[in-house]
């Protein structure tokens, strides 16, 4: 499976900022499909995931960003209102035909795309 991240760039605090995350090479509707970011000097953390009945969210963003699938384009998105400055990050997304939720254990990781959410 091969992933390919996108839509990632500066945005003001407030505002919104929709990423993406498209999948090849495997039938993407058979999926667990997450979303994690890594900040600078920080680990790696779980944002959101996505199986067949809805997202699951970090408390961190839960209701500010919202995930969501289009099988028809084998694509994940991660709609992110009101982003906030500590939102600042490498967002990636993963996949993985039995790993769902804050699992880091996703087999398969796309390249990253960069949010910087300024003040």
């Known amino acids: 499976v091969q992933l390919q991240a996108s839509g990632g760039g500066l945005v003001q605090a407030g505002g919104s900022l929709r990423l993406s995350c498209a999948a090849s090479?495997?039938?993407?509707?058979?999926?667990?499909m997450g979303w994690f970011r890594q900040a600078p000097g920080k680990e790696r953390e779980f944002v959101a995931s996505i199986g067949w009945s809805g997202g699951y969210y970090a408390d961190s963003v839960k209701g500010r960003f919202t995930i969501s699938r289009d099988n028809a384009k084998n694509t994940v998105y991660l709609q992110m209102n009101s982003p906030k400055p500590e939102d600042t990050a490498i967002y990636y997304c993963?996949?993985?035909?039995?790993?769902?939720?804050?699992?880091?254990?996703?087999?398969?990781w796309g390249q990253g795309t960069l949010v910087t959410v300024s003040s």
């Open positions: 993963a996949a993985d035909p039995n790993i769902r939720g804050s699992s880091d254990r996703y087999s398969y």
């Open positions: 090479g495997r039938t993407y509707s058979s999926l667990f």
